[in-house]
Every structure is written in C-alpha cells, then in structure tokens.
C-alpha cells in the first residue's frame, strides 16, 4: 500500500458525498460555522481549567514507579482517586517507620474531615 495519499476518483467521491449526505450526525460547514469558530487550543483550556485547578501542593514531583498489578488493581478498585490513597499509605508507612515526623493533631484532625 502506498503511503502518498490520491485523490478519489469520480465515482469514488460521489459515493462518499452521497454517504456523508445520508449521515445525520454530519454537515456541510458552511461561512457562518466558520466565523464562530475558535481555536481548539481555547476550547481546551477552557475545559481543563474546568476540571484541575490550581495544584495544591506544588513541592509534589512527578514520579514513575512499578507497582504490582494486584496492588494496583485493589487501589483502583476501592477508591476513585487511587492516586492520592496511594500517597496517603505511602505517608503513612513513613510515619509508621520513622522516615517522617508525626504528624500534628490539627493537621490529622483536618485531614479526616475532609475525608468524612
């Protein structure tokens, strides 16, 4: 198969005219489509700074790691946000074996608030 594109023959463009004709998800863009038209790079923005604001932590780094799949799974599986429950154990863990100080009771108190 060639990797150039060609242009379709007669036959073959009508055929696909009379295809998109008979599409009723489809429709012929016309000048006043155009003119209302804004760049998609807009529109993406837009819908992405509707669902991740601002980051609440910015001295988080970005980190790959390889997990068990049965770890992940059950992570996936019990919660919708498995990313910050992971964080949430991992946290824990430290505490537990003294990589990290205790936390202080306001914040363990704020914390299980917001999760409530």
């Not at 009508?14 to 295809?19: L, S």
């Not at 155009?34 to 970005?62: D, N």
């Not at 992971?86 to 990290?100: D, P, Q, S, T, V």
């Amino acid at each position: 198969m060639s990797k150039r594109s060609r242009r379709p023959s007669a036959d073959e463009d009508e055929k696909i005219n009379a295809g998109i004709a008979s599409d009723p998800d489809t429709f012929e863009a016309g000048d006043l489509f155009f003119q209302q038209a804004s760049p998609a790079s807009q529109k993406m923005q837009a819908l992405t700074r509707k669902y991740r604001g601002k980051q609440k932590s910015p001295v988080k780094k970005p980190v790959s790691l390889r997990i068990n799949e049965d770890i992940l799974i059950a992570f996936k599986e019990n919660s919708l946000k498995y990313g910050p429950t992971m964080e949430e154990a991992l946290h824990e863990f430290a505490i537990k074996r003294g990589w990290l100080p205790q936390p202080k009771i306001e914040e363990k108190h704020r914390k299980s608030k917001k999760s409530a």
